[in-house]
């Protein structure tokens, strides 16, 4: 006798049996409401999705991570395939730049400003904003007697060379040299390690490449833009590069065109392949025209749930409706059952339905409990996938056991195509167990061997020609978008350059030589170069003015020079100099390096500094900048970690929180310890088996795997709640049937996916295929053969 | 007398007095009697009018041109000094220090704008020079011209040029470096000989 919750449906079906027509108009109102819905929902791309908003600034150090040098450019390398020749490099780079611009690839740069802006002369009229202790001592050394004469002297002997027409000016500002020591201090501006600057142009070490970087305002997630950027640049690069030189992209937009063509392709083959394998299931096991309606059922819901997410949130993650196939896949489960109970017949359609509502509530109510931990990830693609799922359930659940039983008709004498699938209870029970403990025991040791992965580049599509010109860009310009950085953070200008110079202070010394990008020491704060003049001018008010313009003007004199030549100069050593200001900068030819390294939002200012991305030096630095608020370090390779971390706190705790509330609900359904036990069957084998042919085969687990896991558990507990709730007497075979066929079309929709090239969807593939194609077997076979044991 | 000559320079005049059609054939001219030469070398004597100096500044040296890209530019007095030019190439040196370092070319900005002057006037490249020069025909015979920057980077530092060539027209005889400030520069070239066979060490 049903309980009388169960009861709700059997009385719901008599009396809508009388009110058919209602029904149907209802159900259609609402899935085309929910298509409404759906359709003017918000697609939402971006990796946002994808980043805990859990305060724990994984996503801020995503967010950061964007604004690194060349993040977000196009970074282009034209490699000439013959001997050095940097004239014929240098024209075709130009030939190329006109062509992209001229394709509206956006603002294109082969080299730095011009810098006849007259860098040198801006770096000697600024220099006492910049010099330091360490500096006054070198200028101390440069302007003694003897040195002053043998500096002199090479200044005169420049202006007899043909090239003194040129310099002339610079040397009557600074006939010392003195400006060599603001020269110096560019060496903290090596953004691209093995590059040296050849008539203008980045050029490589090897003199055979040259590097065009193109700044787009179209943006990285955005497939479609993407599209269209990388065809100019490509016909930009068809048009122009001559032959015996070749042109390599790198760039965001590439990668997310690779995953969007990629993930195209893979529905194409997967939605062909799950498509005809479906019908072939059907075919097989349902034969009926009854079946349209179960085959119905999962896009109904889709759209149901899609449609409630628009409504309640505006936005779907791409991910979410990625996502919705793998809905399809379980929404048949519960219609499946009430198909096969329904063409069975043998009794009140009514009286059916209110006996399948239990299995089917109970294995509803596993998976929503499933799903609904879910919701606590630090993930919002998480969140919204679980309450996706949920919906989901919701509507299949209702839909299957409200709708659908009006619907299916009973099979003439309640025979059912391909006859009884009760293996189970055929096969000698010993053996089954015997082979069923070797495989778990197999698995549990292998399942041990997975690893996970937090890198989001593990799930993300790098075709072997990205991987190509990525290691490729490392190698010819080395490793110019790897470094960690630091970012200086205030909410003017002035305050984050303040804190800059804090941080070049503390860890100047500790990186190596080369190896760190600064604009500390050619932008300090207004503050710092204050203190700098000050203790410039204490250093030229000590005498030491006058009895350089003395030694000046005897040298000067016995070369020939008139007794005010160097007045210009002279003046500088003591009267104020202009400030050194990041206008100054960019006009003397930095701009595009300034620029990179200050990024200025309403508010918030930050600047960048870069140091090498090793965890020997980030973890020494992260300890010793804690006690510099304002200062942030980003690493990569940490950001990786953390975002393994993230992956394996929350499964951990999913697993945890998921496997005790399955349980307490398997308990206060089924109450009798060896039931229970049954009821879990299918579940644990198919997630020991899931791991262990994970660990066999090398596979890591991943962030996408998690949200496979969740719904192998749901679909692995329904199957054992359909098998037990027969063993009471209150189901009867159509239970192996429907776990069978709504197995076959689970494995068939979704198993599929493990033959995607693309690693997001191979791995809900792989883990369902493995999961879910475990506790198949386990539910007909295991379970059969453990009863047997127990009622001998 | 530099009052005299840079009158006499006016742009303007000189244009009237010189129609483009003239003009054209002057520079093919130039250029057919230039393309003939293959090697060229010669003694310069350079007088460097600065205001920075109480007086003019004289030095002198030798030059050698091996077309197509093969310089030698050496300062011999009052300092000995130097460089060549090879392709993209060079090297300079200093006898009072005793170095001698490599360059390229291409690396060294101010280097470049005087290697591409030295070899536009030594092989009378006047397509180089009227890109980067508006020219004005001072004389006709022997040729007589004004070149002044069309870029600004130049224009920055260099007023204009004047250059003399030789009664055959094969090589410069003089150039005159004018500067914003009204300093200039004059070189003359001495003993110019013409296809005579260089020595491959000198570059």
Redesign the interface.
Known sequence: MPAPCFTVFERLYRYLSRHRKPLYAVTLLVIGLACFAASRATIQEDIVAMLPDDGSNVDLDFRLMQLAPFTRNIVITLKSEGAED??KL?AATDRLAQALTDAGAGKVTTGPA???GGLFGWLGTRLPNLVTSEDLTKLEAASTGPEVQSRL??SY?R???????????SI?DDPLSFSALGLEKMRFLNLIPNM?????HFISEDGKSALIVVESSAAMTDSAASRDLMARIDRAVAASVPAGMSASVVSGHRYTLANSETIKRDLWVVLTLSGVAILAIYLIFLRSLSAFWVFLIPSSILMIASGAIAASQGNIFAVTLGFGGVLLGMADEYAMLIYFYCRQGGKDPATITGEVARPVLFGAAATMISFAVMLMSSLPGQRQLALYSMIGIVAAVLISLIVLPHLVKPAPEGKLPVGTLDLGWQLPHRAVLGVWLVILGLCSWQATKVRFNGDLRAVSMVTPELLQAEEELTRTWGDMRGKALIFSQGKDLESALRLNDRLFARISDRVPAGELVSLAPLLPSEQKQKENRERWTAFWSDGRAQRLAGDLSREGDAL????D?FAPFLSTLTAPPPAASIEGLKEAGLAELVDSLIVQSPGVVRVLTLVPDTPQLVAALSEELKSLPGVRLVSQTRFGDSMGDAIIRDFSRYMTITSLLVLVLVVALFRKPSRIMLVLVPVATGLICMFGIMGMLGLEFNIFNIAATILVIGICVDYGIFMVCRLTGESDPAASRSVLVSGLTTLAGLGALALARHPSMQSIGVTVLLGVGAGIPAALLVIPALCKREIK | MIACVLLAAAPGAASAETPAANQAALFSSLERSAGGVTTLSSDFV?E?H??????V?S?KGRFYFGKPDRLR?E?TA??A???VLKG?KGRRW?Q??GRSENF?I??E??????SD??FAWARADFTWLKREYRITVLDEAPAALRLEPRSG?TA???NHLLISFSADGRYVKSVE?H?KDG?F?RIKFLNTQVNKPLQAELF
């Open positions: 940097t004239a240098t011009d810098m006849s002297r090479q002997e202006l007899l060379s043909p090239e003194g027409w040129a310099i002339k000016g009557q040296r600057l050849v008539d203008n020939g020079f008139s007794g030549a | 350079q460097k600065l205001s920075m100096f109480k007086t500044m030095s530019w300062l009052p300092v000094s130097g460089f993209e200093h009072r220090t390229q291409s690396q900005p101010v280097m470049k704008l005087v002057q030295l980077a920055g530092f260099l470096v500067e300093d520069t």
